[in-house]
């Protein structure tokens, strides 16, 4: 650290410890979930650390980070962090402090009446649903992002609270196939869904597009150049290949003359089973379940209720520890479609070898 240049780039992450866990870096023998949202860390020196953990928001007004500021000022000596899924961590180094501070926290309320920072997410429950950006910053979404989390979090908010389901419980959501969410190893996945190929705006193509680059963008190899007369004038414009095309925006991305968005074409996929630990089970990846619901703007209720449905049948029907694939996998994917009322459609059968093979059953006619 000596010769540290740090006028360039980032500072050292060091420097944003709180004292207590800057001196028991690597000496921590255990720790313990004391009450949902609150976790105590032991070190072999004696000393504790308390962490309250709250819910956040991935998008946040500036007034909101001041508020999260003054609390850590109040309580914690300056310090927090974020976790990975937008939830906030404040920490103490004295149980007699924990208290104060989820009162001050659930104290604070929305002009509406909800908690803007309530205490929960942790152990065998549901934490903040990680999300992509949908409606508000992303171009190529088939769904909103905010809406449909805060509409999922509303129904789930009971499970945020407490600790009553047989293992952790991981919600996702990802606005489009590309998917910059973690759909794709998630619990219960909410995925944006194209299902129509971009509509091509022939008269503005060759005025606002380079064509070679938008042909060169699809990994599919479903646009092809094409000659249109508009006007009378010949132009040159794109072809799409709607069997070949998989709806996934990267032409759009290229080529504004390219919309993919449609109001009744675009929705919801629900995926489910998959997640990244490999205790007692390998990693799984997640299945869909249900192949398409709509947008139903602001509040979704179709999606919620479908989710809802899921979980609560999860909780009631799993073993302890048993997380949601593996309940399922256990049960029997004919038996969990029985058990959560959802619909199967031929839509559900996987036609990928490999891993898909061994995960499915490659028939309609299921015996139980």
């Known amino acids: ?18 004292p207590v866990i800057k001196n028991n870096k690597a000496k921590w023998l255990y720790h313990e979930i004391l009450k949902p949202g609150v976790l105590v ?14 819910g956040g928001a991935r998008l946040m007004s500036v007034g909101l980070i001041r508020e999260i500021c003054d609390i850590a000022d109040k309580h914690c000596n300056g310090y927090f962090r974020f976790t990975t899924r937008n939830n906030i961590e404040f920490m103490v180094d004295k149980k007699d402090k924990v208290e104060p501070l989820i009162k001050d926290l659930e104290s604070r309320k929305f002009p509406g009446g909800s908690y803007k920072f309530p205490v929960g997410g942790t152990g065998a429950g549901i934490t903040n ?9 992303c171009h190529t979404p088939a769904t909103d992002a905010s809406g449909p989390v805060k509409a999922a979090m509303d129904v789930l908010f009971d499970d945020f609270k407490n600790m009553r389901l047989p293992a952790h419980l991981r919600v996702s959501l990802a606005c489009c196939l590309n998917m910059c969410g973690a759909v794709h190893c998630s619990d219960i996945a909410i995925l944006g869904y194209h299902r129509k190929p971009p509509m091509v705006d022939s008269a503005y193509v060759d005025s606002m597009c380079e064509i070679p680059l938008a042909i060169a963008a699809c990994p599919t190899a479903a646009i092809k150049p094409k000659k249109i007369d508009v006007d009378g004038q010949q132009k040159n414009s794109v072809e799409v290949n709607p069997n070949r095309c998989m709806f996934c925006g990267n032409c759009y991305t290229m080529c504004p003359a390219l919309p993919l968005s449609d109001k009744e074409g675009d929705g919801i996929v629900i995926m489910a089973g998959g997640k990244v630990s490999n205790r007692i089970s390998n990693p799984k990846f997640s299945k869909v379940v249900v192949a398409f619901l709509p947008n139903e703007a602001p509040r979704w209720p179709s999606t919620t209720a479908t989710i809802k449905k899921m979980v609560d049948v999860y909780a009631n029907d799993a073993r302890k520890y048993e997380r949601f694939g593996e309940w399922a996998e256990r049960i029997g994917w004919e038996r969990f479609f029985e058990k959560t009322g959802l ?9 990928f070898r490999d891993p898909a093979y061994y995960t499915w059953r490659q028939t309609t006619n299921f015996k139980f």
């Open 129 to 137: 649903i990680v999300h992509t950006q949908g409606w508000i910053h």
């Open 41 to 54: 860390h032991v070190s072999e020196t004696g000393d504790e650390v308390y962490t309250v953990r709250a």
């Open 343 to 351: 619909e199967f459609t031929h839509h559900l059968i996987d036609d």
């Open 1 to 18: 650290m000596e010769d540290r240049i740090t006028d360039i780039g980032p500072k050292h992450y060091e420097e944003f410890y709180p």
